[in-house]
């Protein structure tokens, strides 16, 4: 008698149909080489597809990093720089404003704002960021400060994170960025950023966050010194948190780029480890309603095929990335809504644009609103 065999991917494609949460031992399993990419896809786009069914949003926004000096050497970053050191910066208040109006005449409705630790700058400075921009430009969604900055701002001025972030939303705080998550398991995160917030005052900061009324994201970056087991428990902890809150809105897989960085010994993750990486991500994070596909990181072909691997998200426009070009990245600087939307139509999918809350845009006579909260089906 010929008995069927069956393969580890079946027993995950049932519970996957089925709409089932797949366990630890089986997140892991799906790591494996052996598992066939592809079919790994299918079942990431089934779930896709079921909760954003054929959109893929995109927004027009803007970065600011008002400093790379920072007093913390992450290994895998090449935008840091040391206090005295001839490519460290600051910028001033009118060139913060500057960068503003920029956005503001670009069409942005968001400004994702993030950077260094700064040995001489207190938390007043930092304030002042999201007050000056947010008093200037209202309309202007500021997504800013990482558990990394709340947890250094917590240390200078020994408050707490609640005290903290309740100030920066009266100031203008729209929401917070995924960043600062790099790895959470403290095998791999002592390694590449032992001084910095740990995993528990991470959670902490987005858990107050979330009962403060704020959303926020989260990423993984992945392709370093991590294994599948580290990956895997990254997965599993941000699932836990958003099962207590609900607050997290996407998941950004990172890809690691070595350049000009302290690990630049490393190989750059390839596309199909790109590509496995949203794939387990959809479907380990069956509470996150959105995956996004960071083309600047990813490259834009990678970006494109992720939108059938489970990613419904690209980013935007993005103007003033420092973070990953100053890692090496090729990507352009900037790409503009006529070429992500095609884009986003050669993958198959419908373009929409979003605010940073996921509302549709609605774009008419060189201004914008924003319409109907995009539904999601869990
Ligand atoms: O936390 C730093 C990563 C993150 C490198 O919330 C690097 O919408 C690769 O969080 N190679 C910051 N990665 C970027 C980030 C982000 C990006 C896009 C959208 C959103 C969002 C958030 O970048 C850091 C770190 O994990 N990073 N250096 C590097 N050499």
């Known amino acids: 008698m ?3 065999v069956t393969r580890p991917l079946d027993a995950v494609r049932d519970k996957v149909e089925a709409g089932e949460r797949l366990s630890s031992v089986e997140a892991e399993m799906l790591w494996d080489e052996s598992v066939d990419l592809h079919e790994l896809g299918e079942l990431a786009n089934l779930v896709r597809e079921r909760k954003n069914g054929n959109l893929a ?7 600011l990093n008002p400093t790379n000096v ?3 050497r992450c290994t895998f970053c090449a935008f840091r720089a040391d206090l005295r ?4 910066y600051v910028m001033s208040d009118e060139q913060i404003l500057a960068r503003g109006q920029e956005a503001v005449d670009a069409g942005s409705t968001e400004m994702h704002i993030v950077g260094g630790l700064h040995h001489q700058k207190g938390y007043d400075w930092y304030l002042n960021v999201i007050r000056l921009l947010h008093d200037a430009y209202p309309t202007l969604h500021l997504k800013a400060w990482t558990p990394v900055e709340i947890n250094w701002f917590c240390h200078l001025t020994k408050r707490s994170i609640r005290d903290i972030l309740g100030e920066m939303k009266d100031a203008g705080l729209g929401s ?3 960043g600062g998550a790099e790895i959470f398991h403290p095998e791999v995160r002592d390694k590449i950023c032992e001084h910095k917030a740990d995993t528990n005052e991470w959670f902490a900061v987005h858990r107050t966050a979330h009962e403060l009324g704020l959303r926020s994201n989260a990423t993984m970056l992945y392709g370093h010194i991590e294994n599948a087991f580290h990956r895997t428990d990254h997965l599993l902890r941000l699932r836990e948190l958003q099962d207590e809150t609900g607050g997290f809105q996407t998941f950004i897989p990172l890809a690691f780029h070595p350049a000009n960085t302290r690990l630049s010994h490393l190989a750059k ?11 387990i991500s959809r479907l380990v994070l069956d509470n996150f309603d959105h995956m996004k596909a960071y083309w600047i990181m990813l490259g834009i072909g990678t970006a494109q095929a992720a939108l059938a691997y489970g990613a419904d998200d690209i980013d935007g426009t993005v103007r003033h990335e420092l973070i990953y070009h100053d890692a090496g990245a090729e990507t352009p600087e900037i790409l503009s809504v006529e070429e992500l939307c095609r884009l986003i139509r050669e993958a198959g999918r419908e373009p929409v644009e979003r605010d940073t809350l996921y509302h549709r845009v609605v774009r008419e006579a060189g201004g914008w609103s924003t319409a109907e909260p995009i539904v999601v089906r869990s």
């Open 2 to 4: 010929i008995r069927a």
């Open 57 to 63: 949003y995109y927004n027009i926004n803007t970065h």
């Open 70 to 72: 920072c007093v913390y």
């Open 85 to 88: 050191e001839a490519r460290g």
């Open 176 to 178: 917070l960025p995924g």
């Open 269 to 279: 993750p390839s596309a199909a480890m790109s590509l496995r990486t949203m794939a």
